[in-house]
Each structure stands twice: as C-alpha cells, then as structure tokens.
C-alpha cells in the first residue's frame, strides 16, 4: 500500500511557534506510511530550508499579501496537480484558503484545520465560522482552544480533536553569551519577554509593570514596536529584535513573562519549561494550562497591579524562582514530539478509513 500523501498548508513559513510545529510535525511523519509535503501562501521562509533538508517538498503560492486574489488561483492549480490524500492546513489565511481552493479543486480528500490561538478578531472568526462546514476536522493545540472553537465559534465537538503542541529540541547555547552580548552585568535580574511585538503579547503591560532595579530583554519584532519603545522611556529595556532562536535569551533569563492578552499554546513557554526557568504568564488559553498547578505563576490578563506584585515578589525570591524551575521541567516532560505526531497519525487514519466507509 503506498504512503499516504499528506500536504500542509500554512500561511508563511517564518520561524514562528505555528511553522516550527508544522515542521516537526511533517518531519516526524512515519515515512513508511506518510508522504508529506509542505506549501506556504506566501513566498518561502527560513523554514523552507530544514524542511527540505528533511526530504519534504515545499511548494509556494507566492502571494504578495491578502488582496492577491490571483494566489487563489495557483492555490487551486497547485492542491488540483499535488491531489494530496489528506490535506492539513496551519493558521487563518491558509485555513480559509485551503478549504475553499481545496473544494473549487474538487478535491475529495479530508481536510483538516489548525485553529491555533483564540483570535479576538471579528473577521478572523467570521472566516473560520463561514468555511467550517468544508472541514472534516480541526486541532485545537491546548484545552482552551478546543472550548474556543466549540464554544467561541460555534464549531460541532465531533470535529474537534485536542491535540498539544510540543516541546521541541533546543539548540545548544552557551550561558551567559546574551548577557554580555548586551553588556547586562551578571548581578543583574535580567527578565526576559519574546514574542512578536503586537498587542495580543501584552508588552505594554509589561513595560508598565516593570519595577526598577531589573533588565528586561524584549526580544522580537512587530508593529508595536515603536509605541513600546516609548513606554520603555527610563527604564532598562533592551529591544533586540528578532533573533533566530529565542533559546540564549532564555537560558539568561532570571525569570521569563508571558504577558499576553490572548494565546494559544506559545512554543516560548515551552522552551522556558523544558529550560527549568521561573515563568510569570496571564491566566489565558493554553499558557494557563501549561502553567497552573505550579508550574508556574500566574495572573489575570491586563492587569498591571497585580503584574508588578508578581515581579517584584519572584525577583527577590530566588528560593521560589528555583522551585519552579524544577517544577517546569518536570511539566515540559509531557509535551513530547513523538506524541504530537502520533496523535496526528491517528486523527489521519481515522479520517481517511471514514472517508472510504462513506464512499463503500
């Protein structure tokens, strides 16, 4: 019996927390039964490369933004000449436009969804809700969301299935090397935040809280960047941009904030577990699950009182700090790639034997 083809669809394939999952995920694909394939709407990213190194085929649309309504149409041709077995899409625009150019195709395959974060916004929703019925099924990476898209979208629970993002390998760092890159003393609490600088991260709240006598390492970039800059005005924050890898920042980290509004199952979190490093995040989506039961601390979204209450109080506790540390690694354990991926395997499986009971 040949693999079965399964072709991910994603919005772009920049070093994001979504694209890295979506690589490991089609990486660690039983080659003996799956034959995986990769298309971005956008013009490949840095995650073209590792994939392809990985034997993937990555493939591209090379939409120029959301106006380009041709890309819909290489979409169609692109999913018409792979006719994939099963076709997975990852992120809102790939979402919507993989199920509708999958059913303009005439594709008869399963499709399957990746909802990953509990997007507030009204035209996001709306897309989700309005293409849901040309879906066979949809991954929610954490508890919360699998109530988001139940509850906050209205979406059937049979077609819901709860499948944790996972902790992926670490690059080696050497301790201290971000540190002195940025000249920050090694008797310095040095609080490290990474994410992209837009409001669903809470940055700005943040930046409010932050108490003296601290460093904060804001590392990313986004649209926010120079509002945040102001707010940084007289306190040492240092903006370094996107990096490659959020890893070194962490590994110098005193403690690492999670300060969003809303989230899915962010990778930076993660990271920080599997590094045993103290977290402060906000009591949303599946940060909330990552965290709660101790390991970690958390707080309500937005509020910076109660924000600043938590810093101070885990900056001049280092017992604490070191408790949750060991209480994060332990954690992290649970979140492994070879059980993301099978869990996947699974879904596909069943999905596919459905299809040729339907069709007997």
């Known amino acids: 019996m040949p693999p079965i083809r399964v072709l991910y669809l994603v919005t772009e394939l920049d070093p994001g927390g979504a694209e890295r999952q979506l690589a490991a995920l ?15 709407l956008a013009a490949p990213g840095a995650m073209a490369k590792p994939l392809r190194e990985a034997g993937i085929p990555v493939f591209s649309v090379a939409a120029k933004g959301v ?3 041709k890309a819909l149409g290489r979409l169609k041709t692109l999913l018409a000449d792979l006719e994939p077995d099963l076709l997975h899409t990852f992120l809102f625009h790939a979402n919507v436009a993989g199920r509708l150019c999958a059913r303009l195709a005439g594709l008869s395959c399963p499709v399957v969804a990746s909802v990953r974060v509990e997007d507030p916004r009204r035209l996001h929703r709306w897309g989700e809700k309005a293409t849901a019925r040309w879906a066979d099924a949809f991954v929610a990476n954490s508890k919360a969301m699998t109530g988001f898209l139940e509850e906050g979208l209205g979406l059937p629970a049979p077609k819901i299935h709860c499948i944790p993002n996972a902790a992926l390998p670490l690059p080696e760092v050497t301790e201290g090397a971000f540190r002195k890159s940025l000249g920050i003393p090694e008797d310095t609490p040095l609080v490290v935040a990474a994410g992209r600088l837009d409001r669903q991260k809470g940055f700005d709240v943040l930046l409010k809280a ?11 970039e986004g649209p926010e960047t120079a509002s945040l800059k102001k707010l940084a005005a007289g306190k040492d924050v240092r903006f370094t941009g996107r990096l490659p890898s959020a890893v070194p920042a962490l590994a110098d980290a005193d403690l690492v904030v999670l300060p969003s509004r809303w989230e ?12 045993g490093k103290p977290i402060l995040g ?6 909330r699950e990552l965290l709660e039961g101790g390991a970690g601390v958390l707080v309500p979204p937005g509020d910076v009182e109660a924000l600043r209450t938590a810093l101070c109080d885990l900056l ?13 690694r332990i954690r992290a354990a ?3 790639v070879p059980g993301m991926v099978q869990a996947h395997q699974a879904l596909y499986r069943r999905l596919l034997a459905a299809r040729r009971e339907a069709a007997a």
């Open 334 to 336: 649970r979140y492994t």
């Open 67 to 69: 106006s380009d309504l």
């Open 210 to 220: 932050l108490p003296p006598d601290c460093t904060l390492a804001l590392v990313g």
């Open 264 to 275: 899915g199952m962010p990778n930076v979190a993660l990271e920080a577990l599997q590094m």
């Open 282 to 287: 906000t009591t949303v989506g599946g940060l």
């Open 316 to 328: 001049t506790d280092p017992a604490r700090r070191a408790a949750l540390g060991r209480a994060a």
């Open 26 to 40: 089609a990486s660690g694909l039983d080659r003996k039964a799956f034959d995986p394939a990769v298309a971005s």
